[in-house]
């Protein structure tokens, strides 16, 4: 580790004693994790404090998770849901999946999370074939060249008041150096451009840099629908606008989301 990147792993560690303190579920399933023998690119401690918030903060009871390994955040935002509150996490591997389900049933969260195993897609497809109800918070980190249709299909499964997460979307700065063209950095970029371009959402990135080096999140709200949408961008085809937000009510919603006519943004410009 060079230097640099030595110091902001000491700043993580520094905030994770100071903010977080011991966490056994955690530190648990990062321990049965390693021993699976499961790449251990989970979130960081800090990052999984900042999920829950999110969880926390949009009073959130539907959560879809896409990429779960061996569960960790996935208990992080879990736990942070009301007991009523369900998370539904997608994961390719099936060892993993079993790992996390084992570390989910550990945590006490059996009931509250369904771990789907498959490619994301399929499952995706399958929940929206199941009429399944929107999600009020969805965290994307499976495959990055994957993430501009689990944007999609994750629209397709949100209400206005959704909050969309996606990690690793920074890449040790890739993303804005031209020579950068591989699939994934490519894939990344197209995913960031696709939330810059869509009139229903409010998006940024928060970059990091931390024990998992220079990287960051992307953050996104999702607004009404195109009837009461921000100024038009022209790089969103009318076939975009047909996957809008299924309500402009907000039945499912948790209490004080905006979801209905009145709460309308007021511009994306200064
Ligand atoms: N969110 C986890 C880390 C996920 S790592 C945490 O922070 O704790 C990415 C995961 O995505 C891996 O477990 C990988 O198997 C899974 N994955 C990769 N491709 C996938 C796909 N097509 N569909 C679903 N999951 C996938
Ligand atoms: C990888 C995946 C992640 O989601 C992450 O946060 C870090 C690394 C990876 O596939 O290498
Ligand atoms: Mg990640």
Do not use: C
């Not at 849901?81 to 790992?99: I, Q």
């Not at 049933?105 to 059996?110: D, S, V």
């Not at 397709?156 to 950068?180: F, W």
């Amino acid at each position: 580790m060079g230097a640099e990147t030595e110091r902001w792993a000491a700043v993580d560690r520094w905030i994770e004693a100071r903010l977080l303190g011991p966490d056994e579920v955690l530190e648990a399933t990062n321990r049965v994790a390693a021993e699976a023998g499961l790449p251990p690119i989970q979130v960081s401690a800090i990052q999984a404090r900042l999920l829950e918030l999110l969880v926390r903060a949009s009073g959130a009871r539907r959560v879809l998770e896409i990429g779960t390994l061996a569960g960790y955040s996935t208990i992080a935002m879990a736990r942070a849901l009301p007991p009523e509150g369900r998370l539904v996490s997608l994961e390719l591997d099936r060892r993993h999946a079993e790992v996390a389900r084992a570390n989910v049933a550990r945590a006490g969260l059996a009931e509250r999370v369904e771990i789907r195993p498959g490619p994301a897609r399929e499952s995706l497809a399958e929940l929206s074939r199941e009429g399944a109800p929107p999600f009020d918070l969805v965290f994307l980190d499976a495959d990055k060249t994957g993430y501009p249709d689990y944007l999609r299909a994750a629209l397709a499964l949100s209400r206005p008041g959704t909050v969309l997460v996606a990690d690793n979307v920074v890449r040790e700065g890739a993303i804005a150096e031209p020579k950068q063209t591989d699939a994934v950095v490519t894939a990344v970029r197209q995913f960031l451009e696709a939330l810059g371009a869509d009139p229903r959402l409010r998006a940024t990135v928060v970059p990091m840099v931390g024990v998992k080096g220079y990287d960051g999140m992307a953050i996104a709200w999702v607004g009404p629908g195109p009837a009461v949408s921000w100024p038009a961008v022209s790089s969103v085809g009318p076939g975009d606008r047909e996957t809008s937000a299924r309500t402009t009510e907000n039945k499912s919603g948790p209490p004080g989301v905006p979801g209905g006519p009145a709460h309308r943004p007021t511009g994306r410009g200064p």
